[in-house]
């Protein structure tokens, strides 16, 4: 019973941090492969062009990236769209001419797979729309993450690593709150400050799915300064010994 009193806590710690971990490197990965798309290619548009890509591929599967090109104008046009995409140590240009009726719309893909692996872990991707007469070029790149987890697809692995790192976080904490249940002011303190950790790195890791780079390192750099206060107070306070 004592060994199990003495265990509970550490366990619980443990599976919390061991959480926040999971989090954080998934959040981080995902900042790295956006900001490395972010200076991928050509920079030379005038406005944002919108990419849908997956975050997370497997080493064993291919994925699309595609985007949609919008005459604006009263006339036809043949704007030139030029997919830059890593390949090896190098970059693959792919070009598509479209023709596009007045205020037509379009969608354009193109499938990645390993071959596009650049860093050992990501594939980067950067599409360009040129300027045609009027047309405006626009621009918008996207970093996909290549990982294999038990030979899961890429969202099947993204799904498990967050649940599961949100499992423990939870799990941890539960642990903690009964075995030092009911808390005193101190605990009670301590328990607020590592649900808002938790809050944080979750979130941090929610807005690194729509590719909210900036949001996410904001929300990281936070919980990395939480986590020094939270351990700091501890180490230096560390209060009574429950029994």
């Known amino acids: 019973m004592k060994t199990a009193s003495f265990f509970s806590p550490i366990l619980a710690v443990l599976m919390f941090l061991a959480g926040i971990a999971f989090q954080l490197i998934l959040s981080s990965s995902l900042v790295w492969a956006q900001l490395e798309a972010s200076i991928f290619g050509t920079q030379t548009a005038d406005a944002d062009l919108g990419i849908q890509c997956p975050v997370i591929l497997a080493e064993?599967?291919?994925?699309?990236?595609?985007?949609?090109?919008?005459?604006?104008?009263?006339?036809?046009?043949?704007p030139v769209v030029t997919a830059e995409v890593s390949r090896g140590a190098g970059m693959q240009s792919l070009n598509e001419t479209l023709s596009l009726a007045p205020h037509e719309t379009r969608q354009v893909q193109w499938r990645v797979d390993a071959a596009n692996v650049i860093f050992g872990r990501l594939i980067l991707v950067s599409v360009v729309q040129r300027r045609y007469s009027d047309l405006e070029s626009r621009q918008g790149a996207c970093g996909i993450l290549v990982f294999s987890l038990f030979n899961l697809s890429g969202a099947a692995a993204l799904a498990l690593i967050f649940f599961g790192s949100l499992g423990l976080i939870l799990t941890g904490g539960l642990l903690w709150w009964r075995r030092y249940a009911p808390l005193d002011e101190r605990a009670e303190s301590t328990?607020?400050?590592?649900?808002?950790?938790?809050?944080?790195?979750?979130?941090?890791?929610?807005?690194?799915?729509?590719?909210?780079?900036?949001?996410?390192?904001?929300?990281?750099?936070?919980?990395?300064?939480?986590?020094?206060?939270?351990?700091?107070?501890?180490?230096?306070?560390?209060?009574?010994?429950?029994?």
């Open 60 to 78: 064993s599967e291919s994925g699309l990236v595609s985007t949609t090109v919008t005459n604006s104008l009263d006339r036809d046009v043949l």
């Open 191 to 243: 328990f607020r400050a590592c649900s808002t950790l938790a809050g944080v790195v979750t979130v941090a890791s929610l807005a690194g799915l729509p590719r909210w780079w900036g949001l996410t390192i904001l929300l990281n750099v936070v919980a990395l300064i939480m986590l020094v206060v939270i351990f700091t107070e501890l180490k230096l306070f560390p209060g009574r010994a429950r029994s």
